[in-house]
């Protein structure tokens, strides 16, 4: 069974930093596909970011130059490492593995809120 705890997140003032961390149980990790999206309060979920199994990264353009995804296949952990976090980056976070083409699964997700 395909498990994903995340960890990271919390409280902030615009400016600031946080590391999101999302540890892969039960999947090969080294050949999926991740992702970080995140969802506000009254608006659809969103993806952040997302690294292949190549390493090949793609980033919203509301966070490029700002958020950095990464994966450490030895740790089956992908991060979210957030620099110069703004209000607009207030939102719960969730890390998703796509074991395959028809199947994903989620992290619980996690908090972060960014004071102004």
């Known amino acids: 069974q395909v498990q994903l705890v995340q960890s990271g997140g919390g409280l902030v003032q615009a400016g600031g930093s946080l590391r999101l961390s999302c540890v892969v149980s039960?999947?090969?990790?080294?050949?999926?596909?991740l992702g970080w999206y995140r969802q506000a309060p009254g608006k659809q979920r969103e993806l952040v970011a997302s690294?292949?199994?190549?390493?090949?990264?793609n980033y919203a353009d509301s966070v490029k130059g700002r958020f950095t995804i990464s994966r450490d296949n030895a740790k089956n952990t992908v991060y979210l490492q957030m620099n110069s976090l703004k209000p607009e980056d207030t939102a719960v976070y969730y890390c998703?593995?796509?074991?395959?083409?028809?199947?994903?699964?989620w992290g619980q997700g996690t908090q972060v809120t960014v004071s102004s």
């Open positions: 690294i292949s199994s190549g390493g090949s990264t």
């Open positions: 039960g999947s090969t990790f080294s050949a999926n596909a």
């Open positions: 998703k593995v796509e074991v395959n083409l028809w199947r994903s699964y």
